[in-house]
């Protein structure tokens, strides 16, 4: 269990949001989609990233909510909306194969649609093995390999949030950016995901 409340939890995604909006800006992304579970740490951690990115990047974003039996009506919303960038923000307190099920569907269906733009990826559904799990359909395979991936993972003894290129279809990393966080940052990721708390000296 994590050494962390529910109001913890929501905190760390605000923090963990603004530094994705940024790096998003960064990459000089002008129109952003942000695809979130319906619950309520995805949508926190979604929400702060389009703060984050709306204030650094002078951009368009929009957010879109993705549920089971939705999938092909929101690949099409969101091919309307013709992003440059489709973020993808799977994990929260939906069980995790609910999750990568979902996350899966997705995909097939912005691949089915032709859903425009480069696709980043949350660093929760990529460690639990979901953007593995959908490449084995041949159809994402193909998509994504036309197009930029990206996903952001977490340096626990160095206190920083990497921007990495995947590599399609091995899921290599190529490091592009990375963010310092700060220490109240760094002690909730620890405490929420390592179960283990910092000692600042």
Not at 152 to 176: A, D, H, M, Q, S
Request: charged share 25%; net charge neutral.
């Amino acid at each position: 269990m994590a050494l962390t409340t529910f109001e913890e939890e929501i905190y760390l995604r605000a923090l963990t949001g603004r530094l994705v909006g940024k790096a998003i800006a960064d990459l000089g992304v002008n129109k952003l989609a942000v695809v979130a579970q319906k619950n309520v740490i995805c949508t926190a951690i979604a929400t702060a990233t389009e703060a984050a990115y709306l204030t650094l990047s002078g951009g368009v974003t929009y957010h879109f909510l993705a549920e089971e039996g939705n999938v092909d009506e929101l690949a099409e919303r969101i091919k309307e909306f013709a992003p440059q960038v489709v973020l993808l923000q799977f994990g929260g307190e939906t069980p995790i194969e609910e999750t990568k099920k979902l996350f899966t569907a997705l995909l097939r269906a912005l691949a089915s649609h032709g859903v425009p733009g480069d696709i980043v990826v949350h660093v929760r559904i990529f460690a639990a093995g979901g953007l593995k799990e959908a490449l084995s359909y041949a159809e994402v395979k193909k998509y994504l390999s036309e197009r930029n991936v990206y996903v952001y993972t977490v340096g626990f003894e160095e206190g920083k949030v990497y921007v990495n290129k995947v590599k399609i279809p091995g899921l290599e990393l190529e490091r592009l950016r990375e963010y310092q966080v700060t220490l109240e940052h760094a002690d909730l990721l620890n405490r929420s995901l390592k179960n283990r708390r910092v000692v600042f000296a």
